[in-house]
């Protein structure tokens, strides 16, 4: 089966609690992906998870360091975080833009995958800077230069609108999403499926590899509950990573 990185869907929350005259502050850390690695799992596939705030000592600083890999999957977090590792920021060092490295691993035959959130493609107030990043000529969408948000908060359902095996026997119809991240598909990638009007799964090559984009998040607040226990789930990201990964379905 495929090996798998799966790098991003963490985050810290520093929370104030004002109560009268006294104030408070708690913190927390959370991992949002559980769902999305728990059906790649359960499909048999080799997942190695990455959190957010360990990319600066867990990612290949070569080219070659992908190679363990088959596909990446780059999820909710942004493109600073893989180019302004620790030693560049604070001491002026010199480091691989590990963007690039990711890039050339797609040319050399690997995949990729963006899964969309407040902190991918654009993102929240742009500060995703996907589109300003090496990694982008590779992605099968054009980013937008500017916050790409697009929240649904009443819902709106996913449509399948493409034909191809990794959508194949699935639903035409998903359960319902609360946003996405706006794009355009590349005029050679292929459309798979949309919602409320907007790309929502697109896939592509890039050099000798395979790239996709699906705008939506895999955990909550842009995808609820109904959508994380959906039958399709594990079948859609099972499907979806052995494509990327050069498997024909």
């Not at 799992?41 to 959190?51: E, K, L, N, Q, W």
């Not at 996405?180 to 590349?186: D, G, H, K, M």
Request: charged letters at 20%; proline letters at 8%; hydrophobic letters at 40%.
């Amino acid at each position: 089966m495929p090996r798998v990185l799966v790098v991003g869907e963490s985050w810290f929350t520093y929370t104030v609690h004002q109560k009268g005259f006294d104030a408070f502050h708690t913190s927390e850390y959370t991992e949002g992906g559980g769902a999305f690695l728990d059906a790649l799992r359960s499909r048999g596939h080799d997942v190695t998870y990455v959190p957010s705030h360990e990319i600066p000592t867990r990612l290949p600083l070569a080219a070659d360091g992908f190679d363990a890999y088959d596909v990446v999957v780059i999820s909710d977090v942004g493109a600073n975080s893989f180019q302004l590792p620790r030693e560049t920021f604070t001491r002026s060092v010199p480091s691989p833009d590990r963007s690039e490295l990711v890039r050339g691993f797609v040319e050399r035959g690997g995949g990729v995958l963006m899964i969309g959130g407040y902190l991918t493609f654009s993102g929240i107030d742009a500060r995703a800077r996907w589109g300003r990043s090496p990694l982008a000529a590779a992605l099968p969408v054009t980013i937008l230069d500017r916050d790409d948000r697009v929240e649904l908060p009443a819902g709106a359902l996913p449509e399948v609108v493409g034909e191809h095996a990794v959508v194949r026997g699935l639903e035409r119809s998903w359960p319902a999403l609360l946003g996405l991240n706006e794009v355009t598909a590349r005029p050679e990638a292929s459309l798979l499926a949309e919602c409320a009007g907007h790309p929502l799964l697109v896939v592509g090559g890039h050099g000798a590899g395979r790239s996709a984009a699906f705008t939506s998040d895999v955990a909550p607040h842009w995808a609820p509950p109904p959508f994380l226990d959906w039958k399709g789930y594990p079948e859609l990201w099972d499907r979806l990573v052995r494509w990327l990964a050069g498997e024909e379905l």
